[in-house]
């Protein structure tokens, strides 16, 4: 009891400088066990403490120790300080391998927790559930599914706890560290994959192939009624309109239902247009691929993020998880062959031109909007008006809302890339991603190549999760036909060819090329000497004459380049056969057809 209360009141002292808070006494406080087998540490500190990564680990065991006909924990990677990364797999007939899953015709619900470690109520509301489950109080759950469900995937930034981790959450007492031990954002990184945590992460979805995958965090930004936010890409917005209409017409109905009915308030995925000033509007975000939901709308597979609001108490945020995910099984149980239509439909068609980048349209829609009663004004500290929230209820009949509607970047969808032998890494995580990369056996010449050259290129002036990423303006210039045996074969026409697209085509802002695998096309490796250079250039000139007034020319129009002798020089060398003709050529080439690709 003195313990309870001292956590208490560290908990009060934490939360002293964030926005009041409205009254909560939902139905769902009574999930919590008070004692009995596997209490959990979240239930035993009466919904103020997450157990460390040891605690967590062994909790685990005590689950599986407790049910070990329908659970197993199994390691899907290491983490770079080497901690286990531990997923467990329920199933009520002990289906525990991928072969033994997909035989049972059970649904399969992929459940991450911990990609942000801070961030962390999935872990704590699904391990009340599975404890549920092992008891006996809920066996209908795996009468109707299977379950994956990964603790903690960020298991170096959980390890990096203090109470002093994210300024605007309200619990638990003390918390993880967004990035893992390399300083890296994992949902980040679910294009590029440079972590050990995301590619574990891809390894399971490859072999499983769950009907669902779930990715619980807890959001940033603004002050407002809802406890749990929560969604996917909009059918407007999709790569995948007919998986995220499904989700809006099978799952959400249930998910929130329960919600409502256990006195929680569900709401919509969004953001703010400008923190200081609410009534300017929402940001109606799509996600891209580098990030989970947005990877799984490229590739089919109907993702939910699910933002719980920082601002309300933890002990609210896992009770409002338990029962999102409840609802969500409760719905794929009811809908999955729904589900799995859209899916299918999604996977058997690829677009001629895709959408690779989009920006805010300059019109908003409206939506009605449960917000919260705030004030503004001038802060001595910052100089300017600050938003001050009160703790009251405001409802918004009509809050302009931006969605990220408007085509930025749209390109042409290649029918194959052929990736050179030099680029094996690449090969590799396309594999990781489920794409099919076919070796070309055959010295049969290639016909109506392209080649990307680079023609205007801007590096960030900064790193971006480890990377100095490139924007890059290119000339798509015909290659002569050749032999390209040994080359890796990527055909679009595929089931994820839209991720394909994504990661392979150099104007997609998230594909390799973006995120610098590839920057070694930007330097050159030998350099001309003028000595040489002057009397090669005279000949060529003399042997050249268009090339000769085409130098000509450019002397006279180009005041600059006429007084810039290493200009002109430069100009005459790359006009010569010793200029490194690799330089500035993305080294991935292209076919297009120009007949619609439909898959098979």
């Given at each position: 009891?003195?313990?309870?209360?001292?956590?208490?009141?560290?908990?009060?002292?934490?939360?002293?400088?964030?926005?009041?808070?409205?009254?909560?006494?939902?139905?769902?406080?009574?999930?919590?066990?008070?004692?009995?087998?596997?209490?959990?540490?979240?239930?035993?500190?009466?919904?103020?403490?997450?157990?460390?990564?040891?605690?967590?680990?062994?909790?685990?065991?005590?689950?599986?120790?407790?049910?070990?006909?329908?659970?197993?924990?199994?390691?899907?990677?290491?983490?770079?300080?080497?901690?286990?990364?531990?997923?467990?797999?329920?199933?009520e007939d002990g289906a525990f391998t991928p072969s033994q899953l997909m035989q049972n015709a059970k649904p399969t619900i992929f459940i991450q927790a911990g990609i942000h470690a801070g961030e962390i109520d999935g872990k704590d509301a699904m391990f009340m559930l599975l404890r549920d489950i092992a008891t006996g109080k809920r066996r209908d759950i795996l009468s109707q599914v299977n379950i994956l469900f990964i603790p903690i995937l960020n298991v170096d930034g959980h390890e990096r706890s203090s109470q002093f981790n994210r300024i605007n959450q309200?619990?638990?007492?003390?918390?993880?560290?967004?990035?893992?031990?390399?300083?890296?954002?994992?949902?980040?990184?679910?294009?590029?994959?440079?972590?050990?945590?995301?590619?574990?992460?891809?390894?399971?979805?490859?072999?499983?192939?769950?009907?669902?995958?779930?990715?619980?965090?807890?959001?940033?930004?603004?002050?407002?009624?809802?406890?749990?936010?929560?969604?996917?890409?909009?059918?407007?917005a999709s790569e995948s309109p007919s998986v995220s209409d499904a989700l809006n017409n099978y799952f959400k109905p249930i998910i929130d239902t329960k919600l409502q009915e256990q006195g929680h308030i569900p709401g919509p995925l969004v953001f703010v247009m400008d923190k200081r000033e609410f009534k300017k509007g929402l940001a109606g975000w799509v996600a891209t691929p580098r990030y989970s939901n947005g990877w799984g709308d490229l590739r089919s597979l109907p993702t939910i993020l699910v933002e719980n609001h920082s601002l309300k108490p933890y002990?609210?945020?896992?009770?409002?998880?338990?029962?999102?995910?409840?609802?969500?099984?409760?719905?794929?149980?009811?809908?999955?062959?729904?589900?799995?239509?859209?899916?299918?439909?999604?996977?058997?068609?690829?677009?001629?031109?895709?959408?690779?980048?989009?920006?805010?349209?300059?019109?908003?829609?409206?939506?009605?909007?449960?917000?919260?009663?705030?004030?503004?004004?001038?802060?001595?500290?910052?100089?300017?008006?600050?938003?001050?929230?009160?703790?009251?209820?405001?409802?918004?009949?009509?809050?302009?809302?931006?969605?990220?509607?408007?085509?930025?970047?749209?390109?042409?969808?290649?029918?194959?890339?052929?990736?050179?032998?030099?680029?094996?890494?690449?090969?590799?995580?396309?594999?990781?991603?489920?794409?099919?990369?076919?070796?070309?056996?055959?010295?049969?010449?290639?016909?109506?190549?392209?080649?990307?050259?680079?023609?205007?290129?801007?590096?960030?002036?900064?790193?971006?999760?480890?990377?100095?990423?490139?924007?890059?303006?290119?000339?798509?210039?015909?290659?002569?036909?050749?032999?390209?045996?040994?080359?890796?074969?990527?055909?679009?026409?595929?089931?994820?060819?839209?991720?394909?697209?994504?990661?392979?085509?150099?104007?997609?802002?998230?594909?390799?090329?973006?995120?610098?695998?590839?920057?070694?096309?930007?330097?050159?490796?030998?350099?001309?000497?003028?000595?040489?250079?002057?009397?090669?250039?005279?000949?060529?000139?003399?042997?050249?004459?268009?090339?000769?007034?085409?130098?000509?020319?450019?002397?006279?129009?180009?005041?600059?380049?006429?007084?810039?002798?290493?200009?002109?020089?430069?100009?005459?060398?790359?006009?010569?056969?010793?200029?490194?003709?690799?330089?500035?050529?993305?080294?991935?080439?292209?076919?297009?057809?120009?007949?619609?690709?439909?898959?098979?």
């Open positions: 009891m003195i313990a309870s209360l001292l956590l208490l009141s560290a908990s009060v002292t934490l939360d002293s400088h964030l926005p009041p808070l409205l009254p909560w006494q939902g139905q769902s406080l009574a999930l919590i066990q008070q004692k009995g087998p596997l209490t959990t540490d979240f239930e035993l500190s009466e919904g103020l403490k997450s157990p460390n990564y040891q605690q967590t680990m062994a909790f685990v065991d005590r689950l599986v120790a407790a049910n070990p006909t329908q659970f197993q924990v199994q390691t899907i990677a290491h983490s770079a300080s080497g901690r286990a990364i531990n997923m467990m797999v329920a199933s309200r619990g638990p007492v003390e918390m993880g560290f967004r990035t893992n031990a390399n300083n890296l954002n994992l949902n980040r990184d679910f294009t590029k994959l440079d972590t050990p945590e995301v590619r574990g992460v891809l390894k399971v979805i490859k072999q499983f192939n769950p009907d669902l995958y779930i990715d619980v965090h807890v959001t940033d930004g603004a002050d407002y009624q809802y406890d749990v936010t929560y969604g996917y890409n909009p059918v407007f002990k609210q945020r896992v009770l409002g998880t338990y029962v999102f995910l409840d609802g969500a099984i409760s719905a794929l149980a009811q809908h999955h062959h729904q589900l799995t239509e859209a899916v299918e439909k999604e996977r058997a068609f690829v677009p001629s031109q895709l959408i690779v980048e989009r920006s805010y349209a300059k019109e908003p829609n409206t939506i009605a909007f449960a917000g919260i009663k705030y004030s503004r004004s001038k802060s001595a500290l910052s100089g300017q008006m600050e938003v001050k929230y009160l703790g009251e209820k405001q409802h918004y009949e009509a809050l302009p809302i931006y969605w990220q509607k408007d085509a930025k970047t749209v390109i042409t969808v290649p029918s194959t890339f052929y990736i050179p032998p030099a680029y094996p890494d690449i090969v590799e995580k396309l594999k990781l991603h489920g794409i099919t990369v076919e070796n070309v056996s055959s010295d049969e010449l290639v016909t109506n190549l392209k080649v990307a050259v680079v023609t205007k290129h801007e590096f960030d002036k900064a790193p971006f999760e480890g990377r100095f990423r490139v924007n890059a303006d290119f000339d798509f210039v015909d290659v002569p036909e050749k032999s390209l045996i040994g080359w890796s074969k990527v055909e679009t026409a595929q089931p994820f060819g839209e991720l394909v697209a994504h990661l392979l085509h150099p104007k997609a802002p998230d594909s390799f090329f973006a995120w610098g695998e590839f920057n070694t096309i930007f330097q050159r490796t030998e350099y001309m000497e003028n000595y040489a250079l002057a009397p090669y250039a005279r000949h060529m000139l003399k042997d050249k004459p268009a090339l000769a007034l085409e130098f000509d020319k450019k002397i006279r129009e180009d005041a600059a380049f006429a007084k810039d002798a290493q200009a002109r020089l430069n100009w005459l060398y790359e006009h010569t056969p010793f200029y490194d003709q690799a330089y500035l050529k993305y080294p991935v080439l292209m076919t297009f057809d120009t007949k619609p690709q439909i898959k098979n």
